[in-house]
């Protein structure tokens, strides 16, 4: 049986500064500066979640979130996992985020180099305390923490420009 996929870009949303509209340009991406989106419309606890981040040499600091779960006084105190880059393109940093701190977990060097036009495909999987890294449909690594059990939100977030694509989860 297989599972399936849910595109989480369903619904418009504005984080590209030259559409109004909100909605991913005639390419199918979002450009984000600043910015957090969350996906889906429901708390997981086991999921899959994936998308393409483009290579350009602005991409510095962006990530995918999983089992994102607020303070009630601040977004900024979150507790998550997340998957990305941050200050270079050579690794995928796993960390976990507990009330707003970020601890690295594990960086996985990537499969081989990209040019700044190329797209690079990852996915995040985390499953009981079991959370899986993937790049281009390969298996980077998986890690055992238990520190975040919880269902949580899915999110997009960037704290540099950056652009995702084929945003889905299961």
């Known amino acids: 049986n297989t599972p399936q996929w849910f595109i989480a870009m369903d619904k418009p949303f504005q984080v590209h500064p030259s559409d109004a509209s909100g909605k991913p340009d005639a390419s199918g991406f979002i450009a984000m500066d600043k910015a957090a989106k969350e996906l889906g419309n429901k708390s997981l606890r086991d999921v899959a979640f994936r998308c393409s981040l483009l290579m350009a ?6 990530q995918i979130q999983v089992r994102q779960l607020r303070a009630s006084t601040s977004a900024t105190k979150a507790t998550f996992y997340s ?10 940093k796993l960390a976990k985020t507990i009330a707003g701190q970020p601890e690295l977990i594990r960086a ?6 990209y040019r700044a036009d190329e797209w ?9 305390a079991d959370i899986t890294v993937s790049a281009e449909g390969k298996v980077l690594g998986t890690v055992h923490d238990a520190t975040i059990p919880a269902a949580g939100d899915l999110v997009v977030w960037s704290r540099t420009t950056c652009y995702f694509r084929d945003i889905e989860y299961v």
């Open 57 to 62: 040499a602005e991409v510095k600091d962006c």
């Open 83 to 92: 998957l990305g880059f941050a200050g270079d393109r050579e690794s995928l």
């Open 108 to 113: 996985f060097p990537l499969p081989r180099a």
């Open 120 to 128: 690079l495909p990852i996915e995040l999987r985390a499953v009981g």
